[in-house]
């Protein structure tokens, strides 16, 4: 399961829409390595006021690896924290998380992450398995 939903915000949810702030609430309680990454790296950017950002740390066991790819993978989770931050996320090799301005979405930059090459060029045998 990816995310622990409260019973209230199950109901909520049943009932029709529910807002991306009680959404994203949910994610940074249920998936708290992930929300620690993705925040990290978007508050990094927003700092530094630059177009990029990314965190190359793998994770500290598999427990934190599981979130990071529930976090990424699912479109509606990205989807949310992408709007919450106010960036585009990319994703390589189970852990090396970036954030883009969303200026910065299709620039030299954010082509060179998300393309195959960059993929090619980001591989280590020690993540192999990752």
């Known amino acids: 399961m990816s995310l622990d939903v409260p019973a209230a915000l199950l109901e909520r949810a049943e009932a029709g829409p529910v807002d991306d702030e009680e959404f994203v609430a949910c994610v940074r309680d249920s998936l ?6 993705i925040s990290g ?6 700092a530094s006021g630059g177009d990029f950002a990314d965190h190359e740390v793998p994770p500290p066991g598999e ?6 790819l529930r976090a990424l993978a699912s479109d509606a989770i990205r989807g949310g924290l992408e709007r919450h931050f ?11 998380v970036a954030a883009f301005a969303p200026a910065a979405v ?3 930059r954010h082509r060179a992450f998300v393309s195959p090459r960059g993929q090619l060029l980001n591989q280590s045998p020690g993540l192999r398995n990752c």
């Open 106 to 108: 299709g620039g030299e």
């Open 63 to 68: 427990a934190e690896r599981g979130q990071l």
């Open 32 to 37: 708290p390595y992930a929300w620690s990454v």
């Open 41 to 46: 790296v978007a508050g990094t950017l927003h």
């Open 86 to 96: 106010a960036v585009r996320l990319a994703f390589q090799n189970c852990h090396r």
